[in-house]
């Protein structure tokens, strides 16, 4: 009997792409993933054989205290830094022989991040902050204006286009990091303690936020030290010297738009779908 064709690289990184229960298929997946970092000719292990998938659609929360390995987690399922050892796969795709050009180009067009510091450039308008993704994705200048317009729209700050970060509040400049994170379309927003530099009532907003983002079908990843902020997610994975140590689904999950109504704020600043082609809302 004739043997097929020899499976192409392609397909050997796409190996670990499945459905698991519930007919979720898995979008982050790490296997068995260490990382080992010498520190004045110290090892310190930063992540010990951490294994777990994260599927489409999901929110789940990364817990733990300080020095518990989860910014290291975030970092390598960001694809901002490789493990030691360990299998990492993004939308199926097995990354580990990528060059760092494969990776920045697979993470530009799959996953949003936004940070706890905002990392937005100072003298810089909002506009121009959430284009800077396309303009290393080499996307001309008419259509970065658009999609960056239509971002900032999203996040209800179409009237602070040119207003710079020192012009805008805290949970407004977050909110133009969303819009950055959110102008190449990814299918997947990590959020590293995305309410870490807010006061409560715009930690509450951008929860609320994030869960609109879910709702609409993006994969949500929030990494915090923050119990109160992991409950907004429909999972938690709690890790404590490098290992996971609970993962499970909440209960009592918070629901920020609730939140919001208890605290007599409207939810106008929550994120709206975008508008397609033909009319719909997405």
Not at 7 to 25: F, I, K, N, V
Not at 49 to 78: A, F
Not at 99 to 108: F, I, K, V
Not at 268 to 277: F, I, Q, Y
Request: charged fraction near 25%.
């Amino acid at each position: 009997m004739a043997l097929g064709p020899a499976p192409s690289d392609d397909d050997r990184r796409r190996r670990s792409w499945q459905c698991l229960p519930g007919g979720r298929r898995s979008v982050l997946s790490v296997d068995e993933v260490s990382k080992t970092y010498f520190l004045e000719g110290v090892e310190v292990r930063a992540l010990c054989d951490v294994s777990m998938d994260i599927c489409e659609g999901q929110m789940v929360s990364i817990m733990g205290p300080s020095g518990s390995g989860k910014s290291t987690l975030m970092h390598i399922i960001g694809l901002l830094d490789r493990p030691t050892s360990g299998i990492v796969s993004i939308e199926g795709e097995e990354v580990g022989e990528l060059s760092q050009n494969e990776l920045a180009a697979l993470r530009n067009k799959h996953i949003g991040f936004v940070f706890q510091s905002f990392n937005l450039l100072a003298r810089t308008g909002a506009q121009a902050n959430v284009e800077l993704p396309l303009l290393y994705a080499g996307v001309g200048g008419a259509e970065r204006a658009r999609r960056s317009r239509e971002a900032l729209e999203r996040v209800e700050l179409g009237d602070r286009m040119r207003h710079t970060p020192s012009q805008l509040s805290g949970g407004q400049q977050q909110r133009v990091a969303i819009a950055r994170a959110l102008v190449t379309n990814p299918s997947i927003v990590l959020a590293d303690e995305p309410t870490g530099n807010l006061d409560s009532r715009s930690g509450v907003e951008v929860m609320a936020m994030l869960q609109e983002l879910n709702d609409q079908g993006i994969t949500v990843v929030v990494v915090t030290h923050d119990a109160n902020v992991a409950r907004h997610s429909q999972r938690i994975v709690e890790l404590r010297d490098g290992v996971i140590v609970r993962d499970e689904a909440v209960e009592d999950r918070v629901i920020a738009a609730e939140e919001l109504a208890q605290l007599g704020m409207n939810t106008a600043s929550g994120v709206r779908g975008v508008v397609g082609d033909e009319g719909e809302v997405t």
